[in-house]
Structure formats: structure tokens, C-alpha cells
């Protein structure tokens, strides 16, 4: 209707011997329906949520790294030639299990040798004890023959002095079986060195050496790690480290139970523990090193890889919580468009917590139930009049996961 009101108006300027109070009373009326099309203008719906109340775990995460419980540096204790290699790459093996085989006709070789210079020595402790024997019984003889005075002193001085050295010529055979024992026993310790075999039980990784290769004991030929169960390191800021002592007090009851979440974003099925905390804080980065378990059956975690470890070091009880869509923040101030019991809009400035999920914890400006905008500050203005409607299920943020984002 008003648009036709004014298409007659403009035709009647058009021409020039229409009344000026016709004119006038057609503006009149167009005016008013404009005002008429205003004051019918409802207030704009605006998707609100009411605060919640109630008990949240508060998550923590961190980045951390895997490595085996025990990493055993599989490395030659005699230098020669890489023979065989008799495991394969990346398999699992057990404790004493032969890995790889270096050339041991050297070694046998010496063994051979001090064999023979044992057996030498054994012969000449044989003829040292036997001359010993001699040289005393003519002492046992000449005794009490000089005491008669049958025989001069003379001579059982020189059969004394002959004794005493047929006793360190047996002395000395001895010394000779006996080094000759150490050598040999030397000898058949690299003997057995040739054979380069797994330290504990574990995965083997893919082997350093090729075969013909000269090897020394400085050669690392592969490494051996236990990985079920497997350990996990993960740094803590010295803060965080000091407000969970504070809460928790008892050193015995400080272990925390641990997820994990791996590279692919799935949460790893079995549950982890902490075990220790590092003696003491890197100077450079200000954090703790904290070591965690994880059980590993199937080998499927392996050492070097890197994961977020999380997990619940408090509960807060009757935290207040609005979706983080609802908060908006302009240079570390954070508020929100509270939405009254007359519908008008409030913004009013919050104190922010820990987020949790989707939602962020509201420290103070809220109360239980009150109603906030639930898109942000920036959609509406205070005292504006709106028709608050509840946020529905397709809007809704997506439920809240097992831990909050950091």
C-alpha cells in the first residue's frame, strides 16, 4: 500500500496542475505507514543457553615421548670379521639368544696356543717336584748325620741350599700353570665373544653391520628394547608440579593414573601410570621430567615415537560452564551477552577458568542458570531487546571429549 502511495505521489509532481493539498495530504500518508511498518518490527531471535552447575574434572596434557624400558646397545666385545647374522630385522628374540657370529679362527687359534703352554707348564712343575723331592730327602739324610759328625757341616749347608732352590723351581712351574690358565681362560672368554648374543629380552632393531664387515667393540651391530610394558617421558612445568603436591601431599598416593593419545588422534586402549619424577628441574626450560608406563601387548608402541599423555589432576566441584562460543575476548578481558529475565541483552565482563571439553569454566560474573548468548558478544548489544530461544540439538557444540584442550 505505501508503495503505491508513493508511485502516485511522484506521478502528481510530474504534473504541475495537481493541488499542492493533495500533494501534501499523500506525503502525510506516507508517512505514516512507515512508521506503521516500524513499530510492527519484532525483536530478532537469539539462540541463548543457560549456565550449568556441576562437578568437572580438570585434564592436563603433555607431549611425550616413548622409549623402551630396558635399550640394550648390542655392540662386539672382539675386534674381527662379521661372519653371520642369525636373527631378523625387527624380530622379537630372548636373553642369550644368538644374534651374530664373528670368524673364530683367530680366537680358537689362541686358545689353541695357551693350551699347548699350559700343558708345558704343567709338565715342568712335574720335573720341579720331583727334583724337589730329591733335594730333600738328602737334606732329611745329611741331618743327623752332621749332628754326629759323620758327614762336615759343609755339606748339609749345600743340600739345604739346594732344596730351597728346587722349592722356588716348583713355585715358579706353578706361577707359569697358572698364568698360563689366565691366558687360556682369556683366550676362551673371546672365544665365546665371537658369539654376539641378545643382553634381555626384546625387539631387535634392523642390524648396523653387514656381514664381512670388520668390527671393533666401539661397532654398534643393533639395539635390543624391552617395549612391553614401555616407558614415556613427558616434561612438567615446575608450577603445575607444584600445585598437585600441594593437593596432594602424601608422596605415596602421587602416582596418576595416564591416557595416551597417538599420532593418529585414537586414544590408546590401556591405561598408563606415572612412576617417577626426574631429581631435579631443567634449568633451560623450567619443567620436571616425569616418566609414565604403559602396558604393551602386541609391540604395537615403540620407542622414539611421540604422543600426547593426559590426565585428570583435580576435580572441580560446582564449576560453573558456558560454551566457549558463548566468551568473547578483546585483550585478555573476556565476556559474555547475558540475556535477562525482560530479554534485554547484558554484556557483562567474566572471569575464565580452565577450558574443558567445548565449555569454559566461569570463575566469576555468572550465576547458575542465567541465560548467555550462545555465538559470542559480537552478534548482539546491550539493552537490546531480543526472543530468546534455546540453543538447538544441530547447533549444539559436540559433547565434551574424555579431556579438555589445553
Known amino acids: 500500500m505505501c508503495y503505491l502511495l508513493f508511485f502516485r505521489l511522484e506521478r502528481l509532481r510530474l504534473r504541475l496542475h495537481v493541488a499542492p493539498l493533495l500533494v501534501f495530504s499523500l506525503i502525510l500518508a506516507l508517512i505514516g505507514c512507515r512508521k506503521s511498518q516500524q513499530s510492527t518490527t519484532s525483536p530478532p531471535d537469539i539462540e541463548v543457553v543457560e549456565v550449568l552447575q556441576k562437578d568437572v574434572p580438570i585434564w592436563k596434557e603433555w607431549i611425550g615421548t616413548l622409549d623402551g624400558l630396558w635399550n640394550a646397545q648390542i655392540r662386539p666385545q672382539v675386534t674381527g ?38 700343558a708345558n707348564a704343567e709338565g715342568l712343575l712335574a720335573s720341579a717336584q720331583a727334583n724337589q723331592v730329591k733335594t730333600q730327602n738328602d737334606v732329611n739324610r745329611y741331618t743327623p748325620l752332621a749332628k754326629e759328625q759323620a758327614i762336615p757341616q759343609q755339606d748339609l749347608d749345600t743340600a739345604i741350599q739346594v732344596n730351597l732352590g728346587a722349592k722356588a723351581q716348583v713355585d715358579a712351574a706353578k706361577a707359569q700353570i697358572e698364568a698360563a690358565k689366565g691366558q687360556l681362560a682369556s683366550a676362551q672368554l673371546n672365544l665365546g665373544f665371537t658369539r654376539v648374543l641378545s643382553l634381555i629380552d626384546g625387539v631387535a632393531g634392523i642390524a648396523q653391520g653387514q656381514l664381512g664387515d670388520l668390527v671393533t667393540p666401539s661397532t654398534l651391530l643393533t639395539t635390543v628394547s624391552t617395549v612391553d610394558p614401555i616407558k614415556i617421558y613427558f616434561p612438567v612445568s615446575e608450577r603445575e608440579y607444584l600445585d598437585y603436591v600441594k593437593e596432594h601431599p602424601d608422596e605415596d598416593k602421587r602416582h596418576l593414573r595416564l591416557q595416551l593419545i597417538l599420532a593418529n588422534g585414537l586414544v590408546y586402549p590401556h591405561e598408563g601410570q606415572t612412576t617417577l619424577v626426574d631429581r631435579q628441574v631443567d634449568v633451560k626450560t623450567g619443567t620436571l ?20 599423555v593426559r590426565t585428570i589432576i583435580a576435580t572441580r566441584r560446582g564449576a560453573l560452564l558456558v560454551p566457549q562460543k558463548a566468551v568473547s575476548e578483546l585483550q585478555g578481558n573476556y565476556q559474555v551477552a547475558v540475556v535477562g529475565s525482560d530479554n534485554k541483552v547484558q554484556i557483562r565482563p567474566v572471569k575464565v577458568g580452565e577450558k574443558t571439553g567445548t565449555d569454559w569454566i566461569i570463575e566469576q560474573g555468572l550465576k547458575p542458570g542465567e541465560r548467555v548468548v550462545a555465538e559470542g558478544v559480537q552478534k548482539v548489544r546491550g539493552g537490546l531487546t531480543v526472543n530468546p530461544k534455546p540453543l538447538t540439538t544441530t547447533a549444539e557444540a559436540q559433547p565434551a571429549p574424555a579431556a579438555p584442550t589445553r
Open 81 to 118: 670379521y662379521l661372519l653371520r647374522q642369525t636373527y631378523k630385522d625387527g624380530a622379537f628374540v630372548k636373553k642369550d639368544q644368538l644374534l651374530f657370529e664373528i670368524d673364530p679362527r683367530t680366537f680358537q687359534a689362541a686358545v689353541d696356543q695357551y693350551k699347548g703352554q699350559l
Open 289 to 308: 621430567r616425569v616418566q609414565g608406563l604403559f602396558p604393551n601387548p602386541g609391540n604395537v608402541l615403540r620407542p622414539g615415537q611421540y604422543a600426547r
